[in-house]
């Protein structure tokens, strides 16, 4: 049997996932087939929970605008924005080689996103797990 390439997303998802701590904070990665747009993964700690749809751009963008409507199917956006509505902690992280974008409060929603408003809120792989932590461990 042949081994099946790991996906980029997984890649940085791992990276993020690394700077985490096990014992305080429970990941599950939430994906599958036969979901219906469910975030791909949940944390959960003492403080609460956090949904979070990673998505990954293959370079960080140089100019113009970062179109991320595109990056979501229909049923991804209705499940992140029904969830929100519902009061849960929602967050899409946007990786790209060189960190990640965290969008929240329906920011998914927006059609894109000015490289300079990218580039400004970008934060590395270790920051993005404190963020985390933050959100769920306090």
């Not at 219906?36 to 929970?49: E, I, K, M, Q, R």
Request: hydrophobic fraction near 35%; include cysteine.
């Amino acid at each position: 049997c042949g081994l099946m390439a790991v996906k980029p997303e997984n890649t940085f998802r791992a990276g993020v996932h690394r700077h985490l701590d096990k014992v305080a904070i429970h990941q599950e990665k939430m994906s599958n087939p036969y979901s219906s747009g469910t975030a791909d993964d949940w944390y959960s700690g003492a403080v609460g929970d956090l949904w979070i749809e990673y998505k990954y751009i293959p370079r960080q963008p140089q100019r113009g605008s970062v179109k991320i409507a595109k990056l979501f199917s229909a049923l991804q956006l209705k499940w992140l924005s029904d969830r929100h509505r519902e009061g849960r902690n929602i967050a899409v992280i946007i990786g790209c080689p060189s960190g990640g974008l965290i969008l929240r409060d329906l920011d998914w929603e927006l059609e894109s996103v000015t490289v300079e408003y990218f580039t400004a809120r970008l934060r590395s792989r270790t920051e993005l797990a404190e963020w985390i932590s933050e959100q769920v461990k306090g």
